[in-house]
Every structure is written in C-alpha cells, then in structure tokens.
C-alpha cells in the first residue's frame, strides 16, 4: 500500500500539474495513521470545494478523506445532490450515476472489486444526503444491508433536500415548515439509526460533525467493519445553514445545539458483537504498536 | 488487446480454454442441440467468462435468469444475485461495470421500462453491459406476451441495439455481442432483444460452440474512460462539475460527450458487420414487393412470402439484425428497386416503420402493417393479406373480419 500507482514518469514530472506533483509528493496514502491531523500538513485529498461559504458538509468531507484509512484502494460512490458537486475534486475514484441508487452501485461494485481481486482490500464508501438515502433510495439503502453488502453507508444529513431548494425530506423533523411542507411537516423524523439495526447493520452511529477526533473514530470503526463483517451506517448532521436561515459562520454552533444530550443527534452507537470482536482486536494490536514505537523510542534514546 | 491475448491458451477454473474468439466463433466445430431459448441463453453465458450476473424475476425472462444462477453454482460465473426491483439491478449491473467486471443481465417489458433512468446512463459512463431483452407488454391491459413496444425505448439510450429472431441468432450474438461492445472505440452497453415466449420458451435446434472453449475475459484497461477500481491514478476531474455551469465549456463537454456516445455506436458498425456478417440479411431483394422486418416478425414474413409465393407473387424480404448501429445504407440500397415496402411489427406504434420511412427515398413506398399489440401472434395470412391489399389483389375475408 502506497503512492506506487500515483506515481508520475521523471520525464514528464514538470509538466503534470502542480497539485497533481503535490498529491504525489505529500498525500498520505499508505499510512495507516493518517486522520484528521494530517489536515494543513499534508495534501489533501480534497482542496477545494464548490459549496456555500461555511457549509458543515465541507468540514465532514474533509475529515472523512482524511480518516479513509485505506484510500489508495478505496472507492467512493456518491448520489445526485450538494454532495455531487463536491466528489469531482475529490482524489479518489468516485461514482455518480443516478440519484438514489447509491446502495445499489455499491453493490455491484464492490462484488466486482471482490471478484477482481480476492487478495486484496478493496473498501467501498457511499456518501449521499438524506434524500438519497432515505427517500428516493431508501429501498436500495436497506436492500444493501439485508444482503449483508460489505460497504458503509454516509448519510449526511440536513434535514431536507438543499440543492433543490429546501424541501421537505423525510429525515426532516416534524412541524419544520419548508418549501413541499407549507403547514409544517406533518410525521416524524425517520428512525433511520434505528431501522439500519434492525436491518443488520453491524455498527451504526448517529452524530454531528462538530469534532472532528470522534469523526476520524466512527469513519475508521465503520470502514473496518464493513471489510470484515457487513454493513455499516453513519448520519452525520451537517445543516444546511442557508435553508435553516444561519450564517456562515454559525454551522459549529448549529451542530454543537444540536448534539446535546437531550437533542435529536446526541451520539448514539449501535455496534454488533462481531464488530465489538473486531473493533477489540483493532484496539488491542494499536495498543500493541504504541507500545512497540515507545519502546523503539526509548531504545533511541538510551 | 494484449492483454486479454494473453490468456488465450490458458484454462479457466471450469477447465475451459480460453479461446481466440474468431476461431470459437466461426471455426471451431458445432455441436446441434435442441433447447428453449432460455437454455441457450446459459449455453452461452457459460461460455462468455462473465465476472456478474444480477437477476430479477419477470416473466418471460425468469427462467434464463434463474438457469445462469446454475451457472453460478456451478463455478462459470464470478458472483450472482438476486437484485429488489429492476431499477436497482440495471444500477448494480452499472457498479460491477464502473468496478471492471464483464456484466450479464436480462430483463423484460415492465422490468425495461421500470429500469429505463439507468440505460442512457450505462450509455454515457460507457458500460459495455450485456443486457437481454426478452420482450413483453408494457401498456394497459397486461400482458406477458412479446409485443415490443419496450425497443421503440431503447433506440433512443445510446445503447447499442440487435433484435434477435431465432434462438440460434441468440447464441452466437450473446458472444460476439462482447466483441462489438467491449471494443475500445465502442465499450457501449448492448441491448440484446428477442421476442419473448416465441424464442425464449419454444425450442429449436440450436448449433453450440464446444463446450470446453470460452471468451477471453474482459480487460477493462482497453475501457475508454478510467476503470473505478484505484488502480490508475484518481485525477481530479473537474474544476467544477459541468452541473453548475452554464457557460462555454459546459455547452461544448456536453455537446461532445454526447455525440461521442452515438458517434461509438456507429463505430461499432465496422466491428457488428464483421461479426455478424452485416446488419441486415437480404433474400430476393430484386421483388417489387419487399418486406422489412426484425425478430420473429421476419419468420412470420417467410411464411407469408411462400404463402404468396404459392399464388405466384413474388416478394423480397430483409432481415433488420441491428436497430442501432441503424442500417440505414444498407435498407436504402435493398429497397432501392421496390414499389412497396412492407413493415409487420408486434407493437401498436410502428417504430421500425417510422425507422425506415425516414431512412429510404419515396417513402410513400413505405406500408405500416400489419400490427398484433399485446404480443398476441402474427399469422402469415395477416401479412399475406396486408401485401394483396397494397398490390390490389383481391384477398378472401380473414376469420374475424366479417363476410
């Protein structure tokens, strides 16, 4: 695992473009430490991005990038929306084809990538906004996990659908009036976290972006999960402050109110018994090479 | 192509021998056997080295569905499933493609139409699926029988489209299919269609290829865009997706991508007419009266024209095999001489005549008819009948009609 496939011919070094010679000299691929630290020190796997000014769904994508932990073989599948405008900067292989059939793509895709290399680790990460996932795709979203599909599902919600305009969606909450709820939403939020358990999800986490430490956490725990085990799901709350009537630079706090103990994304976990076997394992041989680097540090030193 | 010529020799786990598909296809020793076009269908997936299958049950194509999930049981097929709904199969059928494997799929009539936002996608992300179209009833009052309203659909994707008449054309087209459209300068979906029922459940001797030879497999590195698997670097792609603007480059990456796409198809013209020894067949083509068909509208043709040609009328027949690439040259030139073109189809609309009438000169020349809707069968005596009243010849009252 490495930049061995980035890498571009000496001759023709000068003349790739300059952050194409960045990504090559200062992208983290191949560290398996890479994480959300690595953010300003070195390149990203996205720079730029074409959504609004202070935008919460800018921050998650960065962080998640950032916390892949096995970007050079993975593969990200997205889904029409703001998400979309984003994935063509993103330095990964990426899907769009159709709005909703996000699950469904993954599907075949990661089934392919199995059958083309059985040896290897080949991750598979949707990405997609509560329309995507729960309304239009929602039979494709819980399909995938009743058939066990080994892939993590994102959801970034926002409680309606943004790049429309602000509809109503059906992760929005009830009495939200919006555009396509002109008297207020008139049910409840959709129960998704809890649905995905129930559809044998092996490890679900419902959050906010707001810290990106415990966003590195989940991104790794789901992506190893659904490599080893089955189907992961995260809803990450990333408001979309123009529609909700904030500021740019209001979306942290948004997030921070909104997570709450009392509030609708207090962090909830849901994790499996094999995925708690898993996620000890994992626990224990990181564990296992901090102590080893101390103790080859200290060896330096003495 | 060196690297699919690479394999040519070697043996698969099935112990088959990966074969110069030339050689498979045109040379190798044929072995007549008698099955439904369902069975033949597997016959030739077996030997097509495809990596995905994903299945969804809708009649008439249920069974050759369910048949390669045998295949799949018994080692010939990489992975297999049953997909919900035909919408979510046409999208899985997309990410194997996006992920580099050889896809296989079948569908039918209801099934197309509810799948239909995925095939000018596969189109544009250039997927070079395999697709079998088994025909059936799309409208109002349901029907399982094969009208073929559903190509009409298909024509305008950007798929490439062959309508198959008999289970032999079956068989060898699903192989050579992959030939045409994972050619570089193609890698475009195929549509393969027959007319359900009559080809899928009737059997009919069939000549099979050995069954220790199969296809290469596909190598999606001769794909004309990046194959979704990390394995060649990931560009950015963009400055800003073509989405959000309106401007210049937008207009011009939209105009180009999409003529490429049916630029491709008529690419794959120079490939289809080499496999298939031309996009139409031809027989007696100098009669004044030509009949133009495809599918098992061209069998019924043939009875129809021996009907007449009893009764001393002379007909010429072509047979369509491809609908896209559109054999427009070629109908123009086999019709050139005639003063009627007749054009039967199992489907209200008449979309094969609408083809023809805007492709040939004097096109008043062109009869739309007869049609059976709802897939109910054609009898010659209706096509017959039809030709008599063009050429004004007396014809005796059909059953049905009246006295």
């Known amino acids: 695992m490495s930049k061995e496939r980035i890498q571009i011919a000496e001759e023709l070094f000068d003349i790739m473009p300059a952050e194409y010679q960045d990504l090559v000299k200062r992208a983290t691929y191949g560290n398996e430490q890479r994480g959300w630290k690595d953010i300003g020190n070195a390149k990203e796997l996205i720079e730029e991005h074409s959504l609004c000014a202070g935008c919460p769904e800018s921050m998650a994508f960065r962080y998640i990038l950032a916390s892949l932990p096995n970007p050079e073989d993975t593969v990200m599948v997205g889904s029409t929306g703001c998400t979309s405008l984003v994935f063509p900067h993103v330095a990964v292989h990426n899907i769009h084809s159709l709005f909703g059939n996000q699950n469904a793509i993954a599907s075949g895709l990661k089934r392919a990538l199995t059958v083309r290399f059985p040896d290897r680790h080949k991750d598979v990460v949707v990405l997609a906004g509560d329309g995507a996932t729960v309304d239009i795709g929602l039979d494709m979203t819980l399909q995938a996990w009743f058939r066990q599909e080994k892939f993590t599902t994102i959801c970034f919600d926002n409680e309606l659908y943004a790049n429309t305009g602000g509809q109503e969606s059906g992760l929005m909450q009830k009495g939200f009036v919006a555009k396509m709820a002109p008297v207020g939403k008139t049910f409840e939020k959709v129960r998704l976290p809890e649905i995905a358990r129930e559809s044998g999800c092996h490890y679900v986490v419902n959050c906010t972006v707001s810290k990106p430490n415990l966003i590195e956490k989940v991104i790794k725990n789901a992506v190893h999960i659904a490599r080893e085990i089955g189907p992961t799901y995260l809803q990450l709350y990333t408001p979309c402050i123009l529609e909700i009537g904030k500021n740019s630079m209001e979306g942290l706090q948004e997030m921070r109110d909104s997570e709450k103990p009392t509030e609708r994304f207090a962090y909830k976990e849901y994790v499996s018994e094999p995925a708690k076997e898993l996620l000890a394992e994992l626990a224990a041989k990181e564990k296992e090479r901090k102590a080893e680097a101390k103790r080859q540090l200290a060896g330096q030193s003495a | ?403």
């Open chain 2, 1 to 403: 192509m060196a690297a699919q010529a690479s394999f040519i020799g070697q043996k698969n786990k099935k112990e088959q021998v990966y074969t110069d598909p030339w050689h498979m296809m045109n040379e190798a020793a044929r072995t007549p056997s008698f099955f439904t076009g369902s069975e033949v269908i597997k016959e030739a997936v077996r030997r097509a080295s495809c990596d995905i299958m994903v299945a969804y049950p809708i009649t008439p194509q249920s069974e050759a569905a369910a048949l390669c999930g045998e295949l799949f049981a018994e080692g010939y097929i990489g992975d297999y499933f049953r997909g919900e709904s035909e919408f979510a199969v046409m999208s899985q059928c997309a990410g194997a493609a996006f992920g580099g494997a050889r896809v296989f799929t079948t569908t039918a009539g209801p099934g197309t139409m509810r799948a239909m936002e995925n095939f000018p996608m596969w189109a544009g992300a250039r997927l070079p699926i395999q697709m079998i179209v088994t025909c059936r009833g799309i409208n109002s009052p349901l029907s399982i029988q094969p009208d073929t309203l559903e190509i009409a659909y298909l024509m305008q994707t950007g798929m490439l489209v062959w309508h198959a008449e008999t289970a032999q054309d079956f068989y060898d087209w699903i192989l050579k299919g992959y030939m045409v459209s994972e050619e570089p300068d193609v890698h475009l979906p195929l549509a393969l269609c027959c007319d359900g029922f009559f080809v899928t459940h009737t059997k009919d001797m069939v000549d099979l290829t050995p069954v220790d030879m199969c296809l290469p497999p596909y190598d999606p590195y001769r794909s004309p865009v990046p194959c979704m698997d990390m394995e060649c670097p990931p560009v950015r792609m963009m400055r800003d997706p073509f989405v959000m603007k309106s401007n210049y480059i937008s207009y011009a990456t939209h105009a180009s991508w999409q003529q490429e796409v049916w630029a491709a198809v008529e690419r794959s013209r120079k490939h289809t007419i080499r496999w298939m020894d031309g996009l139409i067949d031809t027989e007696n083509a100098d009669a004044d009266v030509i009949v133009v068909a495809s599918g098992t509208a061209v069998s019924q043709s043939r009875e129809a024209i021996a009907i007449l040609e009893d009764e001393g009328i002379q007909v010429g027949l072509v047979k369509v095999k491809t609908l896209r690439p559109w054999p427009g040259e070629e109908i123009r030139e086999a019709t050139k001489h005639a003063k009627h073109i007749i054009v039967p189809e199992f489907n209200v609309i008449g979309w094969l005549a609408r083809e023809v009438r805007s492709t040939v000169q004097n096109n008043e020349r062109v009869h739309a008819g007869p049609h059976v809707c709802g897939g109910m069968t054609m009898p010659p005596e209706i096509i017959a009948a039809e030709i008599k009243t063009v050429l004004g010849v007396k014809a005796p009252s059909l059953a049905g009609r009246g006295g």
